[in-house]
Structure formats: structure tokens, C-alpha cells
């Protein structure tokens, strides 16, 4: 199966396409009204729109916010424990549910290992049951992915960082692959590369996510200028290990990949004699 993910609602009814993916809220902070025919997609602590407001901003221990125009970051984070923010995403979640049953949740968790310090975080933390930083961490987000969830009827889909390796997850975004899997369908793991020249460390990924999961999972492809033979080989790679291959941003791209690919795989006709 190949899915598409995009932020043009037409390209979502290509035929080429057996899942879309349809971004109603992306890091930019750009918002759309959901659509009946895709899986709506919300980026959920990532957010540019919140730049300046620094009580939305996640922190580390020596007062850095989580902004995009700080190194490692593509784009700026809001602090998970924000509950003005939280609750404004989980009515997102809940508008886009009741235009389509089935739901992405995209950016979910804590920017980086060293976050969050912010004075709320240091609070909460020190009120809570949790006599580990780590631990309270992850139930931060557990808790978010299982309200979420209460607000999904269908299918809900969940991005996942690209780092199969146990424990790593935990430990850079509080995401605890293991604790949420009982709340999500099918998670979405995004291996992006800017051309795909090379596949085995796709493979090597691929593989390592097939065994750490016990949910079904999809891998997502970087779509935009890569060629088309190269993507056509990671495509294949995925497709071995993943239950659906994504094309990521470039719908046109997308669909002349899968026609080559459905061409290659057509047995050849001969008209002439024998």
C-alpha cells in the first residue's frame, strides 16, 4: 500500500493513493479545517506560531528555550505540561475526529533530552509521585497520547522519531514507545533523506523498528526533488518491513514514482512473432 501526506486537499483523491494524510496543523502553526476524505494530521508540540511567547516555550536546565534558531532545531517546541496549549490541541484532535474518525498525531513530545525545566515542569515534577526526572517525563506524554485517544472513535496514527534503539526514545522525548503502543494503531516512522542514493541504512532502520514494535507501523519517504529511481528503491526497501510506504510533500513526485514502479513490475507484452 502507498499513502501520501500533504497540505493540498486535492492531491489527497489521487487515485495513485491508498491512504492520504491531510496536515491541519503543522509546525509553522499553520491550522486548516480538517477534511472527511484523509486522516487529519496535527503537529502537536511543535509549533513556529509561539515563538514569542515564552510561557508556551519548553527550557533546559540553563534557561535555553526550545526555539528553532537555536542549534538542532528545525523548528520551535511548546512545553508539554502547557495546559492552556494542551487542551486547545486536544479539541484540535477532537474537531478533526468528528470530520474523519482516523487521526495523525504528529510532534509529540519533549524537544530534546534536557527538556523540560521550565518552572512549571520543576514544580510538577516535585509535587508529583515520581522520584525520577525520566520517568515523570514519559507520563507526562502517556497521559497526552491517552486523552487523545479518548477523542479519536477510529484509527489513531502517531509519529514516532526515527530511532528504533530501546530506550533512546525515552530518554530524548519522553516518548515511551512501550507505554503508548496500547493507545495507538499504527505508528508512523518519517526516514527522510534528501535522495536515497544509498538504502542500507533505510534497511538497517526499517529492520530495527520491525522488531521493536509489536503495533503495525508505516514508514514515511522524503518525497520533494529526489529522484525518481532512487526513491523507487527505497520504496522497496520500506515495503519489505513496513505495512504502508508514505511519500512525504511531494504528491506529483509521489505518484510518477509509483507508476514507474507499477511499469517495471508489468510483465512485458511481445506483438511479433516468435
Known sequence: MYGV???????????EFDRAFYEVKDVTGRAVEPIAGAVNMVSCFGDNAVESEEDLLAFDDEGTPA???????DWTYVCPTHDRYREGLLDIIEEAAAVNED???DDVGFPRDEYCHCDR???RFADSEFEDWSAWR?????????????????????????????????????????DIAEYV??????????????????EILAKGWQDRLSTPFSIELYAVDVDVDDLSKAVEVADEYAETVLFGYDASNARATIR???????????????
Open 185 to 202: 494503531d499504527e505508528f508512523v516512522v518519517p526516514i527522510y533523506d534528501m535522495a536515497y542514493s544509498t538504502t542500507y541504512w533505510l
Open 260 to 274: 514507474r514502479m507499477n511499469a517495471d513490475a508489468r510483465d512485458g507484452q511481445s506483438f511479433g512473432p516468435e
Open 138 to 178: 514519559s507520563n507526562v506524554i502517556t497521559e497526552f497520547v491517552a486523552e487523545a485517544r479518548e477523542r479519536v472513535p477510529g484509527k489513531m496514527y502517531l509519529t514516532l522519531y526515527p530511532d528504533p534503539y530501546p530506550g533512546h526514545l525515552e530518554a530524548r522525548s519522553g516518548v515511551a514507545v512501550d
Open 121 to 123: 515542569c520543576e514544580q
Open 67 to 73: 526555539t528553532r534558531n537555536q542549534p538542532y532545531f
Open 103 to 105: 487521526v495523525r498525531l
Open 5 to 15: 501526506v500533504t497540505r493540498n486537499e486535492e492531491e489527497t483523491e489521487w487515485s
